[in-house]
C-alpha cells in the first residue's frame, strides 16, 4: 500500500485538471511504455496500454475537478489522512491511477485504460476509439 500511496504523491504533483491534461497523459504514456506496455493514445487523449495476454482490463480516468489552488497541491497528512492544503485532492480518481500504476510495475499479463476528461462530462469514455 506504501507504493500506491507514493505513486498518488507522485500524481498529484503534476497539472491534470479537466481540459489540461496534456502532462499527465505524457507521463502515464511515458510510465506504460517503460514497463513494457503497448500504448495508445487516441484523439479523446484515453491512454490504452496492453501488455502480455491480459484476461482483465484496469480503467480509471486520469483528470480532476481543481478547486482552490488546484492544480498546485501542497499534502499533509492529519489524523492518518491524506489531505490538500486550499485545493482538491484529486483522489477521485487519482487513487486508481495510482493502483494502476502499481499493478503495471507488478505483472506481466495486464490491460490499463485511463481515460480523458471524465470529471466533465465522461468525455473520453464517450469517445473512446478502442
Do not use: W
Not at 489552488?69 to 480518481?93: C, Q, V, W
Not at 471524465?118 to 468525455?123: A, I, N, P, W
Amino acid at each position: 500500500m506504501k507504493e500506491v500511496i507514493e505513486n498518488f504523491k507522485k500524481l498529484t504533483q503534476i497539472p491534470h485538471c479537466s481540459f489540461d491534461t496534456v502532462k499527465m497523459r505524457d507521463f502515464l504514456s511515458t510510465f506504460s511504455q517503460e514497463r513494457g506496455f503497448k500504448t495508445q493514445i487516441d484523439k479523446a487523449g484515453n491512454i490504452h496500454c496492453v501488455k502480455g495476454s491480459p484476461k482483465v482490463c484496469l480503467q480509471s480516468h486520469y483528470d480532476m475537478v481543481c478547486m482552490g489552488n488546484a492544480p498546485k497541491i501542497e499534502l499533509f497528512e492529519e489524523n492518518g489522512f491524506l489531505r490538500a492544503k486550499n485545493s482538491s485532492l484529486g483522489a477521485d480518481n487519482g487513487i486508481g491511477v495510482a493502483i494502476m500504476m502499481q499493478m503495471m510495475k507488478e505483472f506481466d499479463d495486464l490491460e490499463c485504460l485511463f481515460t480523458n476528461d471524465e470529471e466533465v462530462g465522461l468525455l473520453g469514455a464517450n469517445a473512446l476509439e478502442h
